[in-house]
């Protein structure tokens, strides 16, 4: 069993995750469960307008998640993720741990609003 460092952002169903948010997101970690992914980070990310229609949808739901996962559960991983009602499309990134553990720690600081808002190659104020 080797375990992998997934990034996977999902496009969800807008009106599905709108309606009902908590059935949207146990949808995803029904899933990752039944792929035996441990998840580290996860939250949505953007909803908006699709630039182009898929299927009948125009709008959607971006939502990210990081999670560990054996390497061999990825055939099975699309195959859900194709027959889920909530999905629409999805996109799944393997990562190094070095690159993979700031990424989710950046992710879950953002959840929680502790993130950094020092402007990117600015010194914070010292006070002196």
């Known amino acids: 069993m080797a375990q992998h460092f997934y990034e996977c952002m999902f496009l969800l169903d ?10 949207a997101e146990d949808a995803l970690q029904e899933i990752l469960t039944r792929c035996n992914a441990e998840v580290v980070a996860r939250a949505p990310w953007q909803d908006g307008k699709l630039a182009y ?8 739901l971006h939502y990210l998640i990081y999670f560990k996962m054996d390497s061999a559960q990825v055939t099975e991983f699309t195959r859900l993720c194709k027959l889920s009602e909530t ?15 700031p990424m989710a720690e950046a992710l879950s600081q953002h959840v929680t609003g502790q993130a950094d808002t020092t402007p990117m190659g600015a010194q914070p104020d010292k006070g002196y």
Do not use: D
């Open 87 to 101: 999905v629409v499309r999805h996109l799944l990134i393997s990562h190094p741990e070095k690159l993979f553990a």
């Open 14 to 23: 807008s009106g599905r995750y709108a309606v009902n948010s908590r059935a």
């Open 53 to 60: 229609q898929i299927g009948n949808h125009k709008k959607g």
